[in-house]
């Protein structure tokens, strides 16, 4: 187990990535904020779902979940349409032009890491990334997302926006 010290460089290390995430959330589209850029990632990568499942995965209320829908609906990037096994619940599903704004997204974000870490070999980058995914997966209180979630080796295509 890791010293005390150790975990308190840690701590400082978390409060100093709020900036790269600030950063990373500067380079995206003004109609296209994190709880937007979430959604359209997670549809994107866990395909149609409905809105329990997508409040689920994001980790927020129902409520919150609701707004950050209106507002990719709104703007045309994703649809909702009648649950086929039962009408009154609504499947969420990525529109052609949601598509293309998760590509934007993706885009944007990929550019920006690959000019800072420039300099990082592409063994760091795996590092990093392993690394990343492992702790995640240790705060992930949830059961189900545990048993459903891919070894951390596995990477996806995407770049997430901001989950």
């Not at 809105?51 to 980790?59: D, G, N, R, Y």
């Not at 209106?70 to 032009?97: C, N, Y």
């Not at 885009?107 to 702790?135: F, H, I, K």
């Amino acid at each position: 187990m890791a010293e005390r010290a150790q975990y308190e460089e840690l701590v400082r290390q978390f409060s100093a990535f709020g900036a790269v995430k600030r950063e990373l959330g500067r380079i995206m589209p003004a109609e296209c904020p994190g709880g937007s850029a979430a959604v359209l990632t997670l549809l994107g990568r866990h395909g149609d779902m409905r809105m329990s499942k997508l409040a689920e995965l994001l980790a927020v209320d129902m409520s919150v979940t609701s707004r950050h829908v209106a507002h990719v609906v709104a703007r045309g990037w994703i649809e909702r349409s009648p649950d086929p096994a039962d009408k009154r619940s609504r499947i969420l599903r990525l529109t052609p032009a949601g598509h293309a704004q998760l590509d934007e997204l993706s885009r944007r974000t990929t550019e920006v890491l690959a000019e800072r870490l420039s300099d990082w070999t592409d063994e760091e980058v795996g590092q990093l990334t392993d690394l990343m995914a492992r702790l995640r997966e240790s705060f992930d209180c949830r059961p189900a997302a545990r048993a459903a979630a891919p070894p951390a080796f596995e990477r996806t295509t995407r770049t997430p926006a901001s989950t």
